[in-house]
């Protein structure tokens, strides 16, 4: 996360990685103001990220798709804990 708060002062050198980033952690939970700013003006210069951004959307509904046909489920305990960990791994970066 520091690495963000750096680029905050510093938007000139938001990249491609920053953005990734902050693609996963939006998807798994909230953006601040700075962050979507940022975030959204790297999208609006980055074809290669914009792709980047529709390709993971696709996965993403392709995979709900799938498990929905299958009747796959998991539990919401499983659910939360996942998302635990994952926000866990987001605040430390």
Known sequence: MEEIKE??????EFGCK???YLKTKADYSTLNFS???LYNFHLATC???????????KIDALLK???DQVGLR???KKKLAINQVITENLDKK
Do not use: P
């Not at 680029?7 to 000139?12: A, F, L, M, T, V």
């Not at 074809?47 to 959307?57: A, D, L, T, W």
């Open 7 to 12: 680029h905050i002062y510093k938007w000139y």
């Open 18 to 20: 920053d953005a990734s």
């Open 35 to 37: 962050e979507k700013f």
């Open 47 to 57: 074809k290669y990220c914009r792709r980047f951004v529709k390709q993971v959307n």
């Open 65 to 67: 798709l799938g498990t």
């Open 74 to 76: 998991m539990s919401d």
